[in-house]
């Protein structure tokens, strides 16, 4: 799923730059997608920490990008999709982490 949440923000960046009119945001968002084109290895695919961590400024531009826009299309949604495809994969990761400076399982018996 994840995957596919950054090959959707693929997708969504250009359109999402043009509607901004090319503005330093839409071009972050072009050379993010060249970034994540370019400097892709097979290797790199299996791991969402590798590229998830890499093409984030990606995923969020393209999630703050409506709040910017004053459109009132149905479709407002999308440009956040790839970031909640994203999220999921690094909070089941860090869940134990997270929990753990909690103190939540301490008082799982050893």
Do not use: H, N
Not at 76 to 97: F, S, Y
């Amino acid at each position: 799923m994840a995957v596919a949440g950054v090959l959707l923000a693929f997708a969504i960046a250009l359109p999402a730059a043009r509607r901004t009119g090319w503005s330093p945001t839409g071009w972050a968002m072009l050379l993010f997608v060249l970034l994540g084109v370019f400097m892709w290895r097979p290797g790199d695919w299996p791991e969402t920490s590798d590229y998830g961590r890499i093409l984030s400024p990606l995923l969020i531009l393209l999630a703050v990008e409506p709040l910017a826009s004053r459109s009132t299309s149905r479709l407002k949604w999308l440009p956040v999709a790839p970031l909640c495809m994203l999220a999921p994969r690094c909070a089941i990761q860090l869940a134990p982490q997270v929990l753990s400076l909690l103190g939540a399982t301490a008082w799982i018996p050893r």
